[in-house]
């Protein structure tokens, strides 16, 4: 055992002995949005998750601003040391770190501290769409990317957009040439597809849970690293038909960066021994998320990486120059 | 018609039990005070509680026929800041205040107050009527209305609001370029490129709609108000006891029925609401009215009553895509959406056949909840139009806190508040310049719709403006545009003959 691991594991040994170490006492986890939307969902799981982990429960309070913005300059000006706040974020918010979007702070300004959980792209046709596979889809794009309108509640440049790009770029296609339609949310742009207006469209596979069974649309692939659990077992992964196209919707919290290192890792404990739980496993569900359980510098490194990795497609894609 | 009947049964089955009707009372009565606050609106009023519905542990079909509860009466409830303080209580009351306010200053403010709850009870009934009766039909039409058909929309509704062009024409086009220019700001969908934010990250998303409302409608509002308070110019209002009659009934009987219509109409579409619905409906009818029409805007009864109509028909109209294909058609019935998906239901077209308790309980329930909003509503008008007769120095300060802490509330950044100021002052300096602020919301509101919908419709087409007339429906707006445009002036001038006529005979 190095002198490094021996240390990291007494810290361990040390913070599970002292649960809820002095500086946590108003644990509050911050939705950085309007109540009702993805971020007050992914709080929300924090807060029955953790049930109990602390003397308190968690409060969820709202920050919106500027798509996320707002929250994350705060807590790299004024909060970076709130051992009390986690702040929610998802793989559009890293997408708009990576891109800059979120002005001159990087990824290196805050500490990322634990996943809620998974959502996974899913390319989704019209239940009479002449597209009987993703294949059929993929060549249609190969031949002429412009020959098909995609669409999905994203702007140019989400997560949704980047979705499309994929599996542009995977055929090698210019994802530029792609025909796009950024509708306002996800609803407008299912109305698009079961009215015609877009042929695909390029949503998640949680919110179509609402969709299963009632005939209307008709799921090609999901862009999973492998296939998932019921009820969604059924559709193949764009990996295996031969596209390497992934897309992981990670939803999880960060903290400012200044926070002591004993607090960052009492959270990062609390939410090790939350994963364990019945209850945790019962409030993801419930918000329609997938198993993802991450915490600790362990997710800080590789949600560092996966931003890199975003940082890099976007610019293939033509999002920075 | 048999399945609807026997749906109806079941859903009263479940709307009649005693916790149920205790909740659709506690829903519309909260509900109304939530509207009746200016700032809070709908949809942060079934935000804040929906973790409460889900707390008490209540079954799904109560929780949501409490929620929908606050969800309609809020919008019936908007009606009263926009009469009494020319402060529109929520986003879909802005064109209440054209006539509503004037009619309270005339000291028939109970007579405004109980005319638009008549509005927003037949508004709201007519729009349950449609759900139950077509609403699987209406939504599959609904969905296929394409961008390009929105674009077409949009242009109907410029048309419908060209009406508004009083005698100052170039006022009002410059007040509706403001709206249009204030609307562009924040991250452009079709590029993703940040359009005049000047690099601030609250600007990101754009200026909140209730923020434009609040700030130009509420602050100028109150700004105006102290002005004329410093210089002792303020008239103080006599006790109001004013209160609808059978003639103002019939007078608008046909203004509120065709607006519900345009309304529930304009509701069902998604990504339309109660705004534009009321919006529309509002110049339509001015348009109607011909020459008669001159008098919206000082206190006329049509002008009050089509957009109330129209608002709270297109609240239940949201709920049909909603309902029947599990597509949120708005902010507010998007959070339903998610309460729904919290208890475990999925919204669509097996609800009503998995759950139809659930359903068939929360459209009963409707038909419950507008009989008593009216029930609540009407005994209310003489204490809520004593609320004029407070003095202003107390009644002022006590808007500027609501609404500071109701837009709080809501957007949760203190950014918004210093904004809010920055608009009134903009709003007050504009009234101050004899310009009418209600183009400049209006073209806030449209103006988003028509610029996105017709880029969509570009994206599709990949650039052929062909797109935009080659469905029927399309076809069928531009028509209707034409006709509310002309339709008026050449009725103004067969009846100015007519009189001519008469006057020969």
């Not at chain 2, 024409?169 to 509706?176: D, N, S, W």
């Not at chain 2, 709609?209 to 102290?226: C, N, R, S, Y």
């Not at chain 2, 294909?325 to 239901?345: E, Q, R, W, Y």
């Not at chain 2, 052929?464 to 008026?488: F, M, R």
């Amino acid at each position: 055992m190095s002198l490094k691991s021996a240390a990291a594991a007494a810290c361990v040994a040390l913070a599970a002995a002292l649960p809820a170490l002095a500086e946590i006492d108003a644990p509050e986890c911050v939705a950085p949005a309007q109540p009702g939307g993805g971020f007050d969902l992914t709080c929300r799981i924090a807060q029955q998750g953790l049930d109990g982990a602390f003397d308190r429960p968690i409060e969820v309070t709202f920050m919106p601003g500027g798509i996320g913005a707002v929250a994350f300059n705060q807590f790299n000006t004024t909060r970076t040391d709130d051992s009390n706040a986690i702040v929610a974020f998802s793989s559009g918010s890293l997408l708009n770190i990576a891109t800059g979007k979120f002005g001159t702070f990087t990824e290196n300004d805050v500490r990322f501290l634990a996943t809620a959980g998974a959502d996974y792209g899913a390319v989704i046709v019209r239940a009479d769409s002449p597209y009987a596979d993703l294949g059929a889809l993929m060549d249609a794009f190969k031949a002429d990317p412009g020959s098909v309108v995609v669409g999905a509640g994203g702007s140019v440049g989400s997560q949704d957009w980047m979705k499309g790009a994929l599996l542009l770029k995977s055929v090698g296609a210019d994802p530029r040439q792609m025909r796009y339609v950024a509708y306002d949310g996800g609803g407008d742009a299912i109305a698009g597809l079961l009215g015609g207006a877009i042929q695909v469209y390029t949503g998640d596979v949680g919110e179509m849970a609402a969709h299963i069974g009632d005939g209307s649309m008709r799921i090609l692939a999901v862009l999973a690293p492998e296939r998932l659990e019921p009820p969604f077992d059924a559709y193949p992964t764009a990996k295996e038909l031969g596209y390497d196209t992934e897309w992981t919707i990670m939803r999880g919290f960060y903290m400012g960066k200044n926070v002591p290192d004993a607090d960052y890792q009492a959270w990062a404990d609390a939410f090790a021994a939350a994963y364990k739980t019945e209850a945790y496993r019962q409030a993801r569900e419930s918000k329609g998320l997938m198993p993802l359980e991450l915490s600790g510098p362990e997710m800080d490194a590789q949600v560092k990486q996966l931003i890199g990795e975003l940082r890099d497609i976007a610019r293939d894609a033509g999002l920075i120059q | 018609m048999e399945t609807v009947l026997s749906g109806l049964a079941t859903g009263f089955a479940v709307a009649l039990t005693p916790l149920n009707i205790l909740l659709v009372l506690f829903g519309c009565f909260s509900g109304t005070l939530i509207g009746a606050l200016p700032g809070i609106g709908p949809i942060n009023g079934v935000a804040i509680l929906l973790p409460i519905a889900y707390g008490l542990g209540l079954p799904p079909e109560s929780a949501l026929i409490l929620l929908a509860g606050i969800y309609y009466g809020a919008e019936y409830g908007g009606r009263i800041s926009s009469i009494l303080l020319n402060v529109p209580g929520d986003a879909g009351a802005v064109m209440t205040t054209l006539d509503g306010h004037p009619m309270a200053l005339k000291g028939e403010a109970g007579r405004a107050l109980s005319l638009s709850a008549v509005a927003s009870f037949v508004g709201g009934t007519l729009a349950v009527i449609g759900l139950s009766l077509f609403g699987p039909l209406l939504a599959k039409f609904a969905v296929t209305f394409s961008p390009a058909d929105y674009v077409a929309l949009m242009v109907f509704a410029f048309a419908s609001l060209a009406s508004l062009v009083g005698r100052n024409g170039i006022k009002t086009l410059l007040g509706a370029v403001i709206g249009l220019m204030l609307a562009t700001m924040g991250i452009d969908a079709n590029t993703g490129v940040p359009r005049y934010t000047f690099g601030i990250p609250d600007l990101l998303a754009g200026i909140d709609f209730l923020v434009v409302v609040i700030g130009l409608f509420g602050m100028a509002e109150l700004l105006h108000l102290v002005e004329q308070q410093v210089s002792g110019r303020l008239r103080t209002l006599p006790v109001d006891r004013s209160f609808l009659r059978r003639a103002d009934l019939l007078r608008t009987r046909w203004t509120i029925l065709r607006c519900s219509v345009i309304g529930f109409f304009i509701g069902i579409l998604p990504g339309t609401g109660a705004s534009v619905a009321s919006a529309v409906a509002y110049g339509t009818e001015k348009r109607l009215a011909g020459k008669s029409g001159d008098s919206f805007g000082t206190g006329d009864l049509r002008g009050l009553a089509a957009p109330e109509a129209a608002n709270n028909a297109a609240a239940g109209g949201a709920l049909v895509p909603m309902l029947t294909l599990g597509i949120p058609g708005s902010g507010t019935t998007a959070i339903l959406l998610g309460a729904l998906l919290m208890f475990n239901v999925q919204p669509g077209p097996l609800m009503f056949t998995q759950r139809p308790e659930i359903a068939w309980g929360l459209i009963a329930s409707m038909y419950l909840g507008n009989v008593a909003l009216l029930i609540i509503n009407l005994p209310l008008v003489g204490l809520f139009a004593r609320m004029l007769t407070l003095p202003q120095h107390y009644l002022t300060p006590l808007i500027a806190m609501l609404a500071f802490v109701g837009v709080y509330s809501i957007v949760g950044n203190p950014f918004d508040l210093y904004l809010i100021i920055l608009l009134g002052i903009f709003g007050w300096v504009l009234r101050k310049l004899d310009f009418s602020l209600a183009p400049v919301i209006l073209g806030f509101v449209l103006g988003s719709l028509f610029e996105n919908n017709l880029r969509r419709a570009l994206s599709i087409s990949a650039g052929d403006w062909g797109i935009l007339i080659e469905d029927w429906k399309s076809i069928a707006l531009y028509g209707l545009a034409v006709l509310v445009v002309i339709l008026p002036a050449w009725a103004g001038r067969r009846s100015a003959r007519a009189a001519a006529d008469a006057v020969e005979d």
